[in-house]
C-alpha cells in the first residue's frame, strides 16, 4: 500500500464473535503457503531494471495450475516492465457475478547494505518470516494461493466463479491495478487480501482485535508554483516568487480542514474507546458524537496516527526555488499532499487550498499520479457476516474492527468502479513488528494455519 506507515489505521467496531472450537490444521496448504512465500520473496519484484514481477507471476501460476486451477483460465500479461495475473475457478451457476480475490506481487525498494539480511534471502529466524515482501505482501498472497488449493483439493465447487488476481504494481503508478479492475468491473465483491488484518498483544502474542478495511482516503499531489521576471539580488523586489510561495505554503500548513465523520469511522472510533487509556477514550466517544468537539479533536490529534481519521489532511512534502545564488528567483514551486476523506474530489480539495492560500500568483495544479476519488464500500452484511464467522473459527472471542486506511490500495481502482471492495486479510502480528516497506521486514510463521482456516470459511461462504 502507498501509506506513510502502510498498515491501514484500525478503527475498533467491536463486534462480538461466539466462541467456537478451533480450526483444524492443515499442514499440506500451510507448508506450500511458507515455501511459495520463500520463493517470491528471493525474486526482486521492484520496478525498474530487472524487475522479476512477471517470475513471480509465473511462481504462481504453476502453484495454481498444480492445484488444480485449468491453464487457460489463468492470463499473465506483460504491462512495461511489470506483468499481472488474472485466474478464475469457475463456478458451477455462470450467471453469479465472480467473487475476486485481489493482491499485488510487486514490492518496495530494499537496499541490502541497510538490512542485517539481505531483503531478497527469504529466512526463517525465531518464528518469523524476513524478507522484503514478507508483510506487504507475498505472504499474504501465498497463503492465499494455497488456500484456494485446500479447497479445491476438498472437492468444494462454488456456485460463483472465483477469480484470484495480482497486480504488478500497486507501490508505484498502479497501472495493471486500473486494468484489472476496470477487466472486473462486473465483480460481486472483492476481497483484498493487502488490507485489514490482526493485531496480537505485545507482552503475551495473544490475538487482541481484526480489522477489516471498508474505506480508503484519496491520494493527490498539488504542484503550488510562482513564476517571476526575476532580476539582479542586488535590487530586491517585495513580489519575490519565493517569499510569495513561502506565505502561502505557511498559511496552508496552519490550516485545518473541517473534521468530519462517516458512518464507518463514526461507529468505529465509538467502539474503538474499550481498548483505550481513559482520556483518549473519552475522547474516542466525544467524536464519534459530534465530530465539531474541540476538545475531542485537539485529544486526538496531537496523535499523528490518529489525525488521519478525523478529516481530510494536507501537507507541503516538496519544495524547491530559484536558478543563482546571487540573482532573484524566476521560479519556486511545492508540492502538497493530500489525504483525502471519502466524499470529497481532489478538484473541490484542491479548490479549497486555493483559498487558503489567498495569493492569485500561486498557481495550482494537480499532479497526482495513480490515484483517483472513491468512496467507502458499503457495510454489507453478508460479508461482515462472514468475516465473523471466519475469524470465530480460528480466533473465538476475538474482536473484529474496520478500518480506513490512508491511502492507497487496489481497492481504490474497484471502488472507482463502483465495486465493494474490502480488506480482509487475517494475518496477525504484533504492533512493534510491522516493518512494511521499512527495514528488516518480517511475519510471524504461526500466523499462517490460522489465517488458512480463515481463508476456507470465508470463501466457501462468500462464494455461494
Known sequence: MRNSSVAAIALALALPIAPATAAPAHPQAEAQALDLAKKAIALRSVRGANNQTPQVAALYRDALVAGGFAAIDIEITSVDDTAYLIARWRGSDPALKPLVISGHMDVVEAKAADWRRDPFTPVVENGYLYGRGATDMKLDGTVAIASLIELRRSGYVPKRDIIIEFSGDEETVMKTSAIIARKLATAEMVLNIDGGGGVLDEQTGKPLYFTWQGAEKTYADFELTVTNPGGHSSQPRKDN?????????????????????????????????????PARATAMRAFAANPADERAYATLAADPTLIGLLGTTCVATMVSGGHALNALPQRASANINCRIFPGHSPASIMAELKGVAAEPLVAFKDVTEGSVANDASPMRPDFIAAVNKAMAAVHPGVAVFPSMASGASDSMWFRYFHVPSYGASPMFMKRSDDFSHGLNERSPVASIGPAIGYYLSLFRDLSQ
Request: aromatic content about 8%.
Open 241 to 277: 516568487a519565493i517569499t510569495i510561495l513561502s506565505e502561502a505554503l505557511v498559511r496552508i500548513g496552519k490550516y485545518r480542514f473541517k473534521p468530519e465523520n462517516s458512518a464507518l469511522t463514526k461507529a468505529a472510533l465509538a467502539a474503538a474507546a474499550k481498548f483505550e487509556a
